[in-house]
C-alpha cells in the first residue's frame, strides 16, 4: 500500500503521546508494583508514513521495545492496536512483530473491529483481575462521531488507568457558534446533556469550557487536563488527558512543557519547523500560577500537598512553583511553619506529597 503523508499537526500530536508514553513507562516500568501494563490504540491508523515517519502504534511499540531493552525486570506490556480498517491493521502488524519475537515480554493483540464494538473488549480485560495491571489508552478518531463520551468514560472507570483523547476541536467549536449540532449529536450533546453551549467563547474558552464539562463529568474523580496543537490560523485539535492519578498527571504536564516552555500550553504551527525546536526551553510565563498561590496562601496559607496539588491544577510543574515561592520568601512575604532545613525549599513534589514528616504550611505575611 503506497504511504499517505504525515500532516504536520498529527507529529505534535505523536511527539506529545512519545513525550508522555517517556515518563510514563519510566514510572510504571520501575515501580515494582505493576505486574504488567496493558496499552491499547483504539484507531491505530497504517503505522508508518511517507518520509519513514512512524504513526501512534509504530512509536509506542518502539518504546516497548526500548523498555525492555533498557530495563529486563521491566513488567510484561500487552499492546492491544485496533482499526476499522483490517488492511491498517495488518501493516502495523508486519512493524510490530519483529519487535514482539525479539522481546518475549511484549505481547501484540490485533483487532480489526468497529471502536463501538472494541469497548465490551476492553471492558472484560478490565474485569481480569489475576495480574496487578496499569492501563493506558491513546483514542485518535478521524472525527467526533466514531466514538461516544459514554465509552469514553466507562473505560475510565477502573482505577490505574489513564487515557489521552485526540478531538478536532475548532469543528465542534464552529458547531457549537452555529447551534447546530446535529452533526455532533454524540460528543458535544452527550457533553453539555442537551443544555447550550456558553456563546461568545473563542476556540480556548471552548476547550476549557469543555475540559470543565469533563471534570464535572467525572465527578472530581480524574484530573483532566488538555494540549492544543493549531493546525494553521482556524483549526484547533486538542488532546484531553484524563488520569486519576496525580503523579500520571504531573508526567502529562512535564511533557507538555517540554513543547512549549513558555505557556505549557500547546503547540502552533508556525513552530512547525523541527522536533528539536519544541523541545527548546524559553521563559516560562508563570503570572497565572502567581495569582492563584496569591490566593491561596492568604490568611492561614496552605500545606505543601495543597501547594503541589494547585500547582497541577493550574496547569504548572513543582519548579515553577518553587521558583515564586522562593521569590516571595527573598522578599520577605512568606513563613514556612515548621521551618525546612534550608530557605528555598517547600516539599513540592509527589516523594513529599505522601510523607508525613515533610508536612509544612506556607502562608503570606501579612
Ligand atoms: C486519525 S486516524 C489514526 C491515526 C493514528 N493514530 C496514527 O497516529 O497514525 C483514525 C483511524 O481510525 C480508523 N477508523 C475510522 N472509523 C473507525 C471506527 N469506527 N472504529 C475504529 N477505527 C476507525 C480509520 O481507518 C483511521 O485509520
Known sequence: MPLKPLPHHSEAKIQLLKAYLEAYLAVVGHDRYTERVFLADLFCGPGMYQGNKAGSPVEIGRMLAGLHNAHPAAPKTDFLFNDADSK?????????????????????????????GLIPDLLAEQADQRLKSKRFYFVDPFGYSQISLAEILSLL??????????????????????GTPEALAGFMEELSRGSPWPKGLNIMGYIQHTKRLLRERLEGTHFVDTFT??????????????????????????????????????WHYSSAVGVDDLFATPTPQTQILEK???????????????????????????????????AWQKAGRLTVEPPPPRSGVFYLGYENHEKKDRIVRISKVS
Open 292 to 326: 492563584s498561590l496569591d490566593t491561596l496562601l492568604d490568611g492561614k496559607g496552605a500545606t505543601n500537598a495543597e501547594v503541589y496539588r494547585e500547582t497541577l491544577e493550574q496547569g504548572f510543574l513543582p519548579k515553577h512553583a518553587n521558583e515564586v515561592l522562593t
Open 157 to 178: 472507570q477502573s482505577n490505574g488507568t489513564e487515557l489521552l483523547l485526540f478531538q478536532p476541536c475548532s469543528f465542534m467549536f464552529r458547531f457549537s457558534e452555529r
Open 229 to 266: 496543537i493549531q493546525k494553521d490560523a482556524k483549526t484547533v485539535f486538542c488532546l484531553f488527558f484524563f488520569t486519576r492519578h496525580i503523579r500520571g498527571f504531573e508526567k502529562m504536564l512535564e511533557a507538555k512543557w517540554r513543547f512549549n516552555g513558555e505557556t505549557g500550553h500547546g
Open 88 to 116: 491498517n491493521t495488518a501493516e502495523v502488524e508486519g512493524f510490530l512483530r519483529p519487535l514482539e519475537s525479539a522481546h518475549p515480554k511484549i505481547k501484540l493483540i490485533s483487532s480489526s473491529k468497529d471502536a463501538a
